[in-house]
């Protein structure tokens, strides 16, 4: 059975820094592109950043040069490490894994990856992210 929980989430001032982690179970991690959402209130949720199996990874504009993803494979851990936060990155935070053989060749594989977890992929339960100005 898969599993994902999210921590580390909190209220941080704007400026400040959180790291995420999402420890992972049930599935043989390394085969598996992973990757962080964020969900507003009464908007849609949305990509934060992803990392392939091979160790790629891709960003959202808005959070480029701010945020870093990572993952230890030892451990089946991800990480989002969260720094210059913003208020408007106040969010649920999701983390997400999708097999990489659901991923086609070709093209690009972040936005392969970013629509097919919808449908294909695990969640976990979410970690709460809230900055203040």
């Known amino acids: 059975q898969v599993q994902l929980v999210e921590s580390g989430g909190g209220s941080v001032q704007a400026g400040g820094s959180l790291r995420l982690s999402c420890a992972a179970s049930g599935y043989t991690y390394s085969n598996y592109c992973m990757g962080w959402f964020h969900q507003a209130p009464g908007k849609e949720r949305e990509g934060v950043a992803a990392i392939d199996s091979d160790g790629s990874t891709s960003y959202a504009d808005s959070v480029k040069g701010r945020f870093t993803i990572s993952k230890d494979n030892a451990k089946n851990t991800l990480y989002l490490q969260m720094n210059s936060l913003k208020p408007e990155d106040t969010a649920m935070y999701y983390c997400?894994?999708?097999?990489?053989?659901?991923?086609?060749?070709?093209?690009?594989?972040?936005?392969?990856?970013?629509?097919?977890?919808?449908?294909?992929?695990?969640w976990g339960q979410g970690t709460q992210v809230t900055v203040s100005s």
């Open positions: 997400a894994a999708l097999k990489r053989g659901h991923i086609p060749d070709g093209g690009s594989w972040y936005d392969s990856f970013s629509q097919l977890v919808r449908s294909f992929g695990y």
